[in-house]
């Protein structure tokens, strides 16, 4: 009720401001890089498997291509990801040596249930997921498990539940490289350094939720939006494209920016917002190009940058930097802004935020 939302107006809002503490609480116990962090069983069976198969829905897949980039620039294991309901019924050549993880905020979803089971019936054995719900079918199906700290999420469109996945899975990625010898202690400390930082960065970038707001009055009037990031952000402009389209009916593409000149670019017009991920990061100057692209044909940029991205604002291009540059765990801040742009293009279109049309929290039916 009212009451449970404070000052917000919708459960998606406070769930983007609780943020900072539900990231808190899913590191909490972490004092430092452990395979146990996901079982007692943990050790084994990280020194056995030579290869990852992520399997998830919705968001939560989003999550899983993220840490694609992480565990094999990290632990440098290959990774393979999936949606769950195209997975379950192609015929795939199974490993049984592959660490099948799933990733769930519910727990019950019923594709990445039968996923699971379709894994394991193939003979894959070692089963891992990264779940909010200690109680749920998937913590109780898997051999180890990590518990997101998000704690209830009740708008449809998922956030707190995003990030803190984001979070166990910058974890698995450096017990895994702990486990294959491959993350020394001074690389450790700096990773837990960075990620015992995270709410306070967080809530940094949460405050630039005024300048989002002036975006989001003019996105309102869109039809159609693309949403461009390369590397390790590109699962980032995926999960904003997907936030815009559920809660603002607004229909949002996203593409790996190197691709723009194979098709997307065609569709690029006045009419045409282009969001831009531009984390200072290798790929900055690539991107610049990119988006020198979207300009000459007329199209009109909205970039989220980093305090040091050294892209200035000029005719047709909007700049919001968040304070930083964070490294490799760029995607968890990178993902908040997109987020506070969704919401606030929604409430400007006046949609049902946290119930949007046709869409349920956890789909638990095929
Ligand atoms: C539904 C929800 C999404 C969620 C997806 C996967 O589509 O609306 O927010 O990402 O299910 O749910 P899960 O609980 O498995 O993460």
Redesign the pocket.
């Given at each position: 009720g009212a009451a449970e939302l404070g000052p917000y107006r919708h459960y998606m809002q406070k769930e983007i401001f609780e943020q900072p503490r539900a990231i808190a609480d899913t590191l909490e116990s972490v004092s430092n890089i452990m395979p146990e962090l996901f079982g007692d069983k943990a050790y084994g069976i990280f020194k056995d498997i030579d290869s990852v198969l992520i399997l998830?829905?919705?968001?939560?897949?989003?999550a899983g291509l993220t840490a694609k980039y992480w565990i094999e620039s990290i632990a440098k294991i290959t990774v393979n990801v999936e949606i769950?309901s195209e997975y379950r019924y192609r015929d795939s050549v199974p490993n049984p040596k592959s660490l099948v993880v799933?990733?769930?905020?519910?727990?019950?979803?019923a594709?990445?249930l039968a996923a699971l089971k379709h894994a394991r019936d193939l003979g894959m054995l070692h089963t891992l997921t990264v779940?909010?719900?200690a109680t749920s079918a998937?913590v109780r199906e898997c051999e180890l498990a990590y518990i997101t700290h998000a704690g209830v999420?009740v708008g449809?469109?998922?956030t707190k539940?995003?990030t803190t996945?984001l979070a166990a899975l910058f974890l698995l990625a450096l017990s895994l490289a702990q486990t294959k010898g491959r993350l020394n202690d001074e690389q450790e400390a700096e990773h837990i350094k960075a990620l015992r930082h995270l709410p306070v960065a967080i809530s940094a970038v949460l405050a630039l939720e005024p300048q989002i707001i002036a975006w989001a009055e003019r996105f309102a009037a869109k039809e159609n939006a693309l949403f461009l990031g390369r590397g390790l952000h590109y699962p980032i402009a995926m999960e904003g494209a997907?936030k815009l389209k559920?809660i603002s009916y607004i229909h949002a593409e996203a593409y790996p920016a190197g691709e723009l000149k194979h098709g997307p670019l065609a569709l690029v017009t006045q009419e045409m917002p282009v969001v831009t991920v531009a984390p200072n990061d290798t790929l900055i100057e690539k991107l610049k190009s990119n988006m020198q692209e979207v300009r000459a044909r007329g199209g009109e940029l909205y970039v989220f940058a980093d305090a040091d991205s050294r892209i200035t604002a000029s005719e047709g291009i909007h700049v919001i930097r968040l304070p930083e540059h964070y490294g490799l765990l760029s995607p968890i801040l990178h993902t908040i802004p997109l987020q506070l742009l969704a919401y606030h293009t929604a409430l400007a279109r006046g949609t049902d935020v946290d119930k949007?049309r046709n869409?349920?929290?956890?789909?638990t039916v095929e």
């Open positions: 998830a829905c919705g968001t939560s897949y989003y769950a799933t990733i769930s905020q519910s727990g019950e979803t594709d990445t779940c909010n719900v998937m999420e449809v469109a998922s539940a995003f996945q997907l559920e949007p869409l349920a929290k956890s789909v």
